[in-house]
């Protein structure tokens, strides 16, 4: 049964998502699994000043998909999880300010404040050579590694080793390395030290708690799908083939929707059914590019940010 959460304590009232007042918003949950519908379905206090007042049945009308909620298997997956090994944040701290060419690409194509937005919500930083840091942040803020990419600041694409050369960069720079590899080269860390990935952008489910969680395969489209589309929070896996249980196990309680790239979707349909299966985590997989292939002219791996005209 759908109600209005009964009164328990300051705990069961919310910010409203409106107005923004706190402890005064009440949501709805579903009495048979204990769930909220969602975050931001409910009803705000203040009637007259407020107003706000998001029914399940609008809810439901909107996101039709979501009717079946996510109820995780109750088997405690969180034991099976490997330990992390984490890198120390003063690392991060020290790369904060670079600059990067894929912030000079992003600098070219979008308003300053869009960038500056995208650039401390993900932590975008760059290193010396003014390759692109992705970092990997996860919910409890800890450092799994960062993914360093070169990018051409006209276009926006990766370097590969073949542009290295036209453009005449330094040809001893990779055009892609890995936080951890590099310290372990520099015998920072450990060579027992192992690597969990998380998601790209995974500590932003704290910060946006409301949002929708749309999940892409490359860090670039979620950068900026985020600026395009504010109102969904952009994580991504980083690749076509990590997409896993371990990284939806921590966004898990979210509504999640995966827009894999052009000529991956069957791929990724049937990983988040067998993802679905493991622990129980159900997610819509959007065709939204391959069905605007054609429209858009897409190629074979070309994603969402490709469709936007920017
Ligand atoms: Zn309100």
């Known amino acids: 049964m759908i109600i209005l959460e009964k009164y328990k304590g300051a705990a069961t009232r919310y910010t409203c998502p409106k107005c923004g007042r706190k402890r005064c918003f009440t949501r709805y949950i579903n009495t048979d699994n204990n769930q909220y519908i969602n975050n931001n379905v409910g009803i705000c206090n203040h009637i007259q000043s407020c107003g706000y007042h998001f029914s399940p049945k609008q809810y439901f009308d909107e996101n039709k998909e979501f009717k079946v909620f996510n109820v995780p298997k109750v088997l405690n997956h969180s034991k099976e999880l490997k330990p992390i090994h984490k890198i120390d944040k003063k690392i991060m701290l020290a790369t904060?300010?670079?600059?990067?060419?894929?912030?000079?690409?992003?600098?070219?194509?979008?308003?300053?404040?869009?960038?500056?937005?995208?650039?401390?919500?993900?932590?975008?930083?760059?290193?010396?050579?003014?390759?692109?840091?992705?970092?990997?942040?996860?919910?409890?803020?800890?450092?799994?590694?960062?993914?360093?990419?070169?990018?051409?600041?006209?276009?926006?694409?990766?370097?590969?080793?073949?542009?290295?050369?036209?453009?005449?960069?330094?040809?001893?720079?990779?055009?892609?390395?890995?936080v951890h590899s590099e310290l372990k080269k520099a015998e920072i860390l450990d060579k027992d030290w192992q690597l969990s990935q998380c998601l790209f952008g995974l500590h932003l489910i704290r910060k946006y708690p409301e949002k929708p969680v749309f999940v892409v395969e490359s860090e670039k489209t979620a950068v900026i799908m985020s600026i395009l589309k504010p109102k969904y929070l952009w994580l991504a896996t980083g690749g076509l083939s990590l997409l896993s249980w371990e990284k939806i196990w921590a966004i898990r309680d979210r509504q999640i929707r995966l827009f894999p790239d052009l000529g991956c979707f069957e791929k990724w349909k049937s990983k988040a059914k067998e993802i679905e299966q493991e622990i129980g985590v159900k997610m819509v997989v959007d065709d939204f590019v391959e069905r605007y292939q054609h429209h858009y002219n897409l190629k074979q791996g070309d994603d969402l940010a490709d469709i936007f005209k920017f």
């Open 96 to 178: 904060l300010g670079n600059d990067s060419y894929f912030m000079e690409f992003l600098r070219s194509r979008f308003p300053e404040q869009w960038v500056d937005r995208v650039r401390n919500d993900y932590m975008i930083c760059g290193d010396k050579n003014k390759r692109v840091i992705f970092w990997q942040i996860d919910e409890y803020l800890r450092l799994r590694t960062g993914k360093i990419m070169a990018y051409d600041p006209i276009t926006g694409k990766r370097l590969k080793e073949d542009n290295l050369k036209i453009k005449n960069y330094n040809l001893k720079i990779q055009p892609l390395t890995w």
